[in-house]
Every structure is written in C-alpha cells, then in structure tokens.
C-alpha cells in the first residue's frame, strides 16, 4: 500500500549547519508530497509541499524536490538555526482518496547553539 | 488557509468514561479528518467526517469507540468512549483547502486517560 519512510531521529545539528532529512515513498499514481512541521508545544503546520515530479517546495530556507525517478522528497536547509528545532514529518495525498494523507513516522531535529 | 479551533486543548479523564472534542473552522470546508497522535508517533487517520452523513473509518477504528458528528461545513465533533489509558493521544482535527490540495491542522486536544 501507499507509505512513507524517513529518516529516523533525532537529529542533532550545530546552528548554521546544513540539514537533510531523507524521504521515501510509495505509491499508486502520482501523489503530492509534503512536509509539515511540529514545534514544541504547537499544532502541525505545512512547510512545504510539491504536487508534481520535479517540483520544488520552499518555504523558511528550506527545500525539497519531488524527484519520480528515486521516489524522494528530502527536505534540505543550507544554515540550520536554533528556531529550526521542531519535528519534521513527511507526507502524501493518495490521489485515488481525496485528500487522504498519509504520514511518516517524523524526525525530531534539536539545533544547539 | 483555514483557521481551526479545538476545545478542549487538554483534560484528563478517568477510564471508562468518554470525552467530546469539538472542531470549529473559520469558513465553510468540504472535507474535514480526525487524526491520532499517539506520544513520540506519528499521525494516523481515525476517520473522515461527511457533513450530513455517517463518517467513514479508517482500518482499526470503530464508530463505537469513536463517534463522529458534522451537523453542517464548519464543525465536527469526536467522542473518545469507554476510555482507557492506550487512549492517552493528542487528538487532531484536520480540513482541505478548496481545492482538496493541501490540509491544514487544528492545535490539537491532549487526552491523558488514568
């Protein structure tokens, strides 16, 4: 069936660092693809998203593309910062059930200053 | 984006009992979810709420344990029943934008059942 794998945490990363997050998918189909965010404390918001290969998501300094040919959507972010620390979850929309997302397990970044 | 409300944000609850978490958006949406977010998991998709009809759930949950309303497009309700403590989750509600492309989440509601 339709699922996501990413990297497990936590990652823990020096401020100004480069960050990688890897994702992996399967699907039927071509799905969307996603990245939302949980901050300490607060709601899951979207970061990013990409509804078609070779797309690329940006939002606050991070990146991801939609590449069909690995099946990935790693998120990227050239200079990490302590205000990055959250936890990243990667998703899809199965297009066969509208709006149905599917997430990843989540990946827990901690930036030390 | 829609704006999306949840009350309660927290409660602790006694086992065997049951809790109703209410859903309020600040526009008219057609889809609208309720997720779990079990303690270091990540989310799982309990059930989508039809406005005007029965929910539909997802494998391994029930309409018993988890009863569903969506009396019209802005609110949804979910009760939690017969409580035990595996029940301990946050609770999230979730609705499409207009076009069905992205979703958005609501704060969540943080259950711990004793």
Aim: glycine content about 8%; some cysteine.
């Amino acid at each position: 069936g339709d699922s996501v794998t990413q990297m497990e945490g936590p990652v823990t990363l020096s401020e100004e660092a480069f960050l990688t997050i890897n994702c992996t998918y399967t699907a039927t189909g071509y799905p969307s693809l996603f990245w939302y965010v949980q901050y300490p404390g607060e709601g899951l918001q979207l970061l990013l998203k990409a509804t078609k290969a070779d797309d690329k998501g940006s939002n606050k300094g991070f990146e991801a593309t939609y590449r069909k040919e690995t099946t990935s959507f790693h998120l990227e972010k050239g200079s990490v910062q302590v205000s990055d620390s959250a936890v990243y979850f990667c998703a899809l929309r199965v297009y066969s059930s509208a709006s149905k997302i599917i997430f990843g397990s989540g990946t827990r970044l901690s930036i030390r200053p | 984006s829609a704006v999306i409300s949840q009350k309660p944000s927290r409660d602790i609850c006694q086992r065997g009992t049951s809790l109703t978490i209410q859903c309020q958006v600040d526009s008219q949406v057609t889809m609208m979810f309720w997720y779990r977010q079990q303690p270091g998991q990540s989310l799982t998709l309990i059930a989508t709420a039809n406005q005007g009809s029965e929910a539909t759930y997802e494998s391994g949950f029930v309409i018993d344990k988890f009863p569903i309303s969506r009396p019209n497009l802005t609110f949804s309700t979910l009760t939690v029943s017969n409580m035990s403590p595996e029940d301990s989750s946050i609770y999230l509600c979730s609705v499409t934008d207009r076009g069905g492309e992205t979703q958005y989440f609501g704060p969540g509601t943080r259950l711990l059942v004793l």
